[in-house]
């Protein structure tokens, strides 16, 4: 049981240039995340996927957007990338409801030159 | 909207003392507040929440519903408590899955 997996775990990019971070999960689990942490900031939502088929945005959506191409997998793609969207970017997946935990995967550390 | 605020960016205790980090909250429905930790090159993980009212680690919290706030405390802090700590709210009911979090506490045990 792997929990949540993400890859490339580093990533450098300059700016303009665009990636997919990808995320999947082995929980069964309806609910999927994208989160972004920055030192001082915490973690911050960018998009999630309450169940396979959907996806809404969170804090901070502007210069990302998300695929739900399964119930086991949630992309992240960055189409032109900024040197603010430098960051450690987290995946979380998790049962449905407000009351459940989330699992989050290992990240992925981007910097953007 | 929720809101939840970890007023020390930074907390440093000694090995054997009591730690206590601070989580306040605001929500204007009935919340359920977590706690999850990061250890040093670890992926964050869920420490505790508010309705399993487990001790976990020694840890424990108490939602206090008057103050809106939900610390996170722990009698006797060991070296291998050194974490970054996020406190972290749900909104009941309907369709809100999301975890709004804190900014963080990084709490450093001293030998």
């Known amino acids: 049981n792997a929990g949540v997996t993400q890859t490339p775990k580093f990533q450098v990019l300059k700016t303009g240039q665009s990636m997919t971070l990808q995320c999947a999960q082995d929980?069964?689990?309806?609910?999927m995340y994208w989160y972004r942490q920055d030192p001082g900031m915490g973690l911050r939502l960018i998009y999630y996927?309450?169940?396979?088929?959907?996806?809404d945005k969170g804090e901070v959506p502007n210069g990302y957007n998300v695929s739900r191409l399964n119930k086991r997998e949630f992309s992240l793609r960055l189409e032109s990338a900024a040197p603010s969207q430098t960051s450690v970017y987290f995946c979380a997946s998790s049962e449905s409801g407000w009351l459940y935990e989330q699992y989050f995967g290992p990240g992925t550390r981007l910097t953007v030159t | 909207a929720q809101r939840v605020t970890q007023p020390e960016k930074l907390l440093s205790v000694f090995k054997g003392a009591p730690v206590e980090l601070k989580c306040n909250y605001s929500y204007s429905g009935s919340p359920e507040l977590f706690w999850y930790v990061q250890y040093s090159r670890q992926r964050l993980q869920l420490l505790l929440r508010h309705i399993s009212r487990e001790s976990i680690k020694g840890f424990t919290a108490d939602l206090n519903k008057g103050e809106t706030s939900f610390h996170l405390k722990k009698p006797f802090a060991q070296e291998e408590d050194s974490a970054m700590y996020y406190c972290?709210?749900?909104?009941?009911?309907?369709?809100?899955?999301?975890?709004?979090f804190g900014k963080g506490t990084l709490l450093t045990v001293n030998p």
């Open positions: 929980m069964n689990h309806n609910s």
């Open positions: 972290a709210l749900s909104g009941s009911g309907g369709s809100n899955y999301k975890l709004t």
């Open positions: 996927s309450a169940s396979e088929g959907t996806t």
